[in-house]
T-cell receptor, first 114, second 116 residues
């Protein structure tokens, strides 16, 4: 079974700082990749996803992620964070074309100071 | 479109009581998932259904937990008897098995359970 690792459990940044959250997975075949965001007190919602094509994926609110197959990684980035980006971020991986069940990472808590 | 609807949003109960959490998935979705979120364990998949049939319940922690999906528009997660360590936020999510195999999950607002 695939596993998903998010190495940063807690990240604290000041506004305007750049963000990169790491995500690595263990499956060697075709994968579909997701980043979900959970704002304080809210449910998880999709931030961006990768299925095929351009490995650099643009999401909502200025977020992007890059799929690097050779590194089994799908890191999330944002050039300049805002206070409103304070949230929990989850990486998820699904085996492409097969199971509909994604595996979620442990999550990274991001706090942005104004 | 209405999203995934869960009830109750908050439940406070005493140890030993029965708890029933409810979920209405997005109409037309084939898959329904129950997750539990805690500070200690993060997001855990408890059970999921495909076309109302339970497929994998290996994440259900104990026999005190049970889940049903009597029809395509309704599912319940029951804890009987409840214990303080069951305190968590329980999320329901649904997904559509479309030809793109997108696998995107749509989450409900969650049910925050506190067992005293």
């Amino acid at each position: 079974a695939q596993s998903v690792s998010q190495h940063n459990h807690h990240v604290i940044l000041s506004e305007a700082a750049s963000l990169e959250l790491g995500c690595n997975y263990s499956y060697g075949g075709t994968v579909n990749l997701f980043w979900y965001v959970q704002y304080p007190g809210q449910h998880l919602q999709l931030l961006l996803k990768y299925f095929s094509g351009d490995p650099l994926v643009k999401g909502i609110k200025g977020f992007e992620a890059e799929f690097i197959k050779s590194k089994f990684s799908f890191n999330l980035r944002k050039p300049s964070v805002q206070w409103s980006d304070t949230a929990e971020y989850f990486c998820a991986v699904k085996i492409g074309g097969g199971s509909y069940i994604p595996t979620f990472g442990r999550g990274t808590s991001l706090i942005v100071h104004p | 479109d209405a999203g995934v609807i869960q009830s109750p949003r908050h439940e406070v109960t005493e140890m030993g009581q029965e708890v029933t959490l409810r979920c209405k998935p997005i109409s037309g979705h084939d898959y329904l998932f129950w997750y539990r979120q805690t500070m200690m364990r993060g997001l855990e998949l408890l059970i999921y259904f495909n076309n109302n049939v339970p497929i994998d319940d290996s994440g259900m922690p104990e026999d005190r937990f049970s889940a049903k999906m009597p029809n395509a528009s309704f599912s319940t997660l029951k804890i009987q008897p409840s214990e303080p360590r069951d305190s968590a936020v329980y999320f329901c999510a649904s997904s559509l098995a479309d030809w793109g195999h997108t696998g995107e999950l749509f989450f409900g607002e969650g049910s925050r359970l506190t067992v005293l």
